[in-house]
């Protein structure tokens, strides 16, 4: 029976489980010759006995669904071992042949001896299907049975409801760290993997990038290069770029707009700011790749500068724009927690307002601004799509903004998208690649809302 | 001299500092706007001639027997004529002077690839077209197109222009007979992507984008919801709920694309969910707009007076039902504002599902969340990076088409915002 058919037949029994139960307790409340003992209302033993007979069935379900494939797959293989056919071949792209023949003229389409393991593999497949079909519709008959029989008026469902409910919320709120969990494994694994063919400290400190391999081992380039200084060091001139120009105009016109501004100025920047912010940053890639870098380039070249198509000053620039609404909210944000008898005690002593902000507000605030700073660092090396569209892919290793680099982000991008088999070099490179961008941005994550945390502390 | 003389004498020179800072700040503000106007308006004006299609009006005999179909011929036998030649003859027809073979292929450009499949639909439409002879306007070649939008510019000398001397008489001769014509592209809006760029449409990124966004919000928005009730109203103080924040704060700050790193590892590896598919885009997505949705709603449920709560729990009901009944109706708004933003983020997502194969080259538009599908923003990377002029035009479409999505949601946020919000 199919997944979604089986799941639709455990609804129907946990509604069945539903109305029975509350029809139950209406009766038994009825029959009842001291009302005021009545203290739950009867839905909550429905409530009870439908996720009592759903629940258990549900996560058995699941359990058996993800054992299904190994054991299909280990069944296949001691079969194929036991009826001497050719096993050599990678076990999972056949089974795929196998599994992928859903129509009949596909099974026809199928070499001779497929058509044997097919045979056995339908015959399993068949066998688990009606297995795990009848495990779970048993349990969940049981269980609807026992639990109207259970059932009384002394259940204190309401209590058992919301504890159920309570661990469903409580479940929801430790996804995060399932997410967390999720990433650390799968890149640590990759990378493990990637470390186990090239050496930890030839790619950390490498200065030659070049992933690809040449097909013939006498070509040249027949091994690949996996030093990623290059990336690391072009990361960094972009996203420094990039924090060169959003820092300064970020946190300037944060200072206007909390300063200065009049309420109607704000009301029209403020927008304007958060638009920037809403804009997908492919759109940013576009316009620095067809917009930006070429009229770089023939700036650069009407001043007898050589300027490579993309250059890391237009990849960085317009990273810049797009940070400065990430820098100027978070500056706001700190401004205005800085208490006001700050400003009002500077400038009843005489002092303008710049000078208000640059020698009160500005070293009162210093803490948080770092904070900011240090975050859209992370979001600046973390951006993937205004790199890949106007930096390149050239990994070369300067830090001449007006040269063509490459970054973290473009190789993880370049390394991974097209059609390559999993278990090469080339693909676990992006892994480690990944773990490094998870680390520094971990990094640098924590200790900015660390920081923050404490400056908006000190003045709480 | 006394101090106010001094102070008095500094004076001027600390306003002009005054004023000078002032302008930076404004200065700054400036330049922000300037650059979001420059982007928009360059998008726009690279947008806009892909909005209109030129056609070329041609006078075709859809002869049966060129065709080697009948009129009650099978509609398989209708789909695999080949109606090239048909249009051929009447481009033949137009231009009879055209001898050679290499002008004849030439000549054979000037229409789209997609016209004989635009006369083919005519035709299984309405067999009775069989052996007519009728003005029909067919798609324009890219090239065509460009030349009659001002593209390509006429006056340049022949080896400097895409679109040669000879091609460009056969325009001339066909604009002067009133022949072509142009008028608003539909097709942009009713097709899939295409190697051609005058057939290429945005359909099947549209409809990706839907799909892939009604997983995401079928996932994020209950365990959202969730996480959020349970932080902010049961959570007990320890050190685990602690790890919890810490954990959420986090997430919202990691680079979207180890999100993809983590579905191609686990969702596409590990439980070898379908590659390219909108529901493995959508649950990356989700996991990606979790801490946004969560972070919203927890402050739009802290924005709930204690009373509220107080007087629910002073009328004998529990806890949950406290929760439930009174302080979630009353964050709603907010939580839904929270929520639509966080959508508009995943919208304009990327990276994370060019890690998870979404970056694929499809023409069929995808009718279900397992179908092989690409997204909006990817349709806008995939176009951005093909060399044909013609794309150029349509990846500012496509993005005027994306941010018009965006401005609906965030415009939709804003309106929920202003429309339901409370102050207690």
Do not use: C
Request: glycine share 6%; no cysteine; hydrophobic share 50%.
């Amino acid at each position: 029976m199919k997944i979604s058919a089986l799941i639709f037949l455990l609804l129907i029994f946990a509604a069945f489980s539903y109305f029975m139960a509350r029809q139950k307790i209406t009766t038994a409340y009825q029959q009842q010759k001291q009302k005021t003992k009545i203290l739950t209302l009867p839905k909550y033993f429905g409530y009870v006995a439908a996720l009592w007979s759903l629940l258990p069935a549900l996560v058995v379900m699941l359990i058996l669904q993800v054992v299904e494939e190994p054991y299909i797959n280990s069944e296949i293989t001691s079969y194929m071992a036991a009826t001497d056919l050719d096993s050599s071949t990678d076990l999972d792209l056949y089974l795929n042949d196998i599994r992928g023949a859903d129509t009949p003229e596909k099974i026809a389409a199928l070499s001779e001896e497929k058509q044997i393991v097919y045979q056995r593999f339908h015959e399993i497949e068949t066998t688990t299907n009606r297995t795990t079909t009848a495990i779970v519709l048993s349990i969940s008959i049981l269980l609807v049975i026992w639990g109207l029989r259970k059932i009384n008026t002394d259940t204190p469902a309401r209590k058992l409801f919301e504890k159920i409910i309570e661990g469903v919320l409580m479940l929801a709120a430790s996804i995060a760290i399932m997410t967390t969990v999720g990433i650390v494994f799968s890149v640590l694994f990759e990378s493990t993997r990637f470390f186990g063919e090239v050496p930890i400290l030839s790619f950390m400190f490498g200065t030659e990038w070049s992933p690809q391999t040449a097909i013939r081992a006498d070509q040249v380039g027949s091994s690949a290069a996996f030093g990623a200084v290059p990336l690391f060091v072009g990361t960094m001139l972009i996203s420094f770029i990039a924090l060169l120009v959003s820092v300064p105009l970020g946190l300037m016109s944060a200072i206007y707009l909390s300063e200065y501004a009049s309420n109607t100025v704000r009301s029209v920047a403020k927008p304007v700011l958060e638009i920037l912010a809403g804009i997908p940053t492919v759109v940013y890639g576009f316009f620095a790749a067809l917009t930006v870098a070429p009229f770089i380039r023939g700036f650069g070249e009407s001043m007898g500068l050589s300027v490579a198509s993309e250059s890391a000053l237009a990849a960085g620039l317009v990273m810049g724009i797009m940070i400065i609404p990430f820098v100027s909210s978070l500056s706001d944000d700190v401004l205005s927690a800085v208490p006001q008898s700050l400003r009002e005690g500077s400038l009843g002593l005489g002092a303008t307002r710049s000078e208000t902000i640059v020698k009160v507000l500005i070293p009162a605030a210093l803490p948080g601004i770092v904070g900011g700073v240090l975050l859209a660092a992370s979001r600046a090396i973390g951006e993937t799509m205004i790199v890949v569209m106007a930096a390149g892919l050239a990994a070369n290793l300067t830090v001449n903004p007006l040269e063509a680099v490459t970054t973290v982000t473009v190789q993880i991008v370049t390394l991974l998208t097209g059609d390559q088999e999993f278990d090469s070099a080339k693909t676990l490179a992006a892994f480690a690649l990944g773990l490094m961008l998870f680390v520094t941005t971990l990094i640098l994550n924590v200790i900015a809302l660390h920081v923050v945390r404490k400056y908006r502390e000190q003045y709480e | 001299m006394n101090n106010t003389d001094l102070v008095k004498q500094g004076l001027k020179k600390r306003y002009l500092k005054e004023l000078i800072f002032k302008s930076m700040g404004i200065f700054s503000i400036v330049i922000a706007i300037l650059f979001l106007l420059m982007l928009l308006t360059d998008i726009t004006i690279k947008a806009l001639p892909a909005f209109s299609q030129t056609k070329i009006e041609l006078e075709v005999q859809i002869d049966a027997d060129r065709l080697n179909i009948e009129a009650n011929s099978p509609n398989e036998v209708l789909m695999a004529a080949d109606f090239r030649l048909v249009i051929r003859d009447a481009l033949l027809k137009r231009f009879p002077e055209v001898k050679s073979r290499k002008d004849k292929r030439e000549l054979y450009s000037l229409t789209s690839m997609g016209a004989e499949y635009q006369l083919r639909d005519m035709v299984i439409d309405d067999p009775n077209l069989l052996g007519q002879t009728l003005k029909v306007k067919f798609m324009a070649d890219d090239d065509v197109d460009a030349v009659i939008k001002g593209s390509i510019d006429r006056s340049l000398p022949e080896s400097d222009r895409r679109v040669k001397d000879q091609k460009l008489s056969w325009i001339t001769a066909l604009e002067s007979n009133g022949q072509i014509s142009s008028g608003f592209n539909w097709h942009f809006f009713s097709s899939g992507d295409s190697r051609e760029p005058e057939m290429a449409g945005i359909k099947g990124a549209i409809l990706g984008s839907l799909y892939t966004l009604l997983v995401t919000l079928a996932l994020s928005f209950p365990v959202a919801v969730s996480a959020a009730i349970y932080l902010e109203e049961f959570a007990p103080k320890n050190r685990f709920i602690d790890f919890i924040e810490i954990n959420i704060n986090n997430l919202a700050a990691v680079p979207s694309i180890v999100f993809g790193l983590l579905g191609l590892a686990v969702f596409i590896n590990f439980f070898s969910l379908p590659r390219s598919a909108p529901v493995v885009g959508g649950i990356v997505l989700s996991l990606m707009t979790l801490p946004t949705i969560i972070i919203a709603s927890r402050s739009a449920i802290k924005a709930v007076p204690p009373s509220l709560r107080e007087a629910a729990l002073g009328l004998g009901a529990s806890k949950m039902q406290s929760v439930f009944h009174h302080v979630l109706p009353a964050a709603l708004p907010g939580i839904l504002t929270g929520t639509i933003i966080g959508m508009a983020q995943a919208l304009g997502e990327t990276a994370p599902l060019l890690m998870i194969g979404m970056v694929a080259f499809i023409v069929d538009i995808p009718q279900s969340v397992v179908d092989p599908s690409t997204v909006l923003p990817i349709q806008v990377f995939l176009w951005a990076d093909s060399p044909e002029r013609g794309f150029l035009e349509k990846t500012s479409a496509a993005i005027m088409v994306l941010l018009f999505f965006l401005i609906a949601m965030n415009a939709i946020a804003i309106y929920l915002r202003k429309k339901f919000e409370k102050k207690w």
